[in-house]
Nanobody
């Protein structure tokens, strides 16, 4: 069973940056596509970014392009989400997700989910 633990959330002012981390255990990380999603209060969970198992390919939601960067360190079984130029609209619980396959760029459901980390951006 794959376990995912997110960290790095917190309170930041608009225009600031945060880096989220997601540590994976219990599976073969390097063969798992990984994704980040978020859910704001009163809204459905939405896709943010995804990366293939080897890190070669990435995909971003329109709201994340140019501001967020997803990356992974397979030696550390960790995926990151660097978030820059944050706005209050980025306030949400951010979830890490893992897929059983190496190639899922956010167009299919993921198999495993973390518990989420809160990101709050103040204006």
């Amino acid at each position: 069973q794959v376990q995912l633990v997110e960290s790095g959330g917190g309170l930041v002012q608009a225009g600031g940056s945060l880096r989220l981390s997601c540590a994976a255990s219990g599976g073969t990380f390097s063969t798992s596509a990984m994704g980040w999603f978020r859910q704001a209060p009163g809204k459905e969970r939405e896709f943010v970014a995804a990366v293939t198992g080897n890190g070669r390919y990435t995909n971003y939601a329109a709201s994340a392009k140019g501001r967020f960067t997803i990356s992974r360190d397979n030696a550390r079984n960790t995926v990151y989400l660097q978030m820059n130029s944050l706005t209050p609209e980025d306030t949400a619980v951010y979830y890490c997700a893992a897929d059983r396959t190496y190639y899922n760029l956010g167009y299919r459901p993921y198999d495993y989910w973390g518990q989420g980390t809160q990101v709050t951006v103040s204006s």
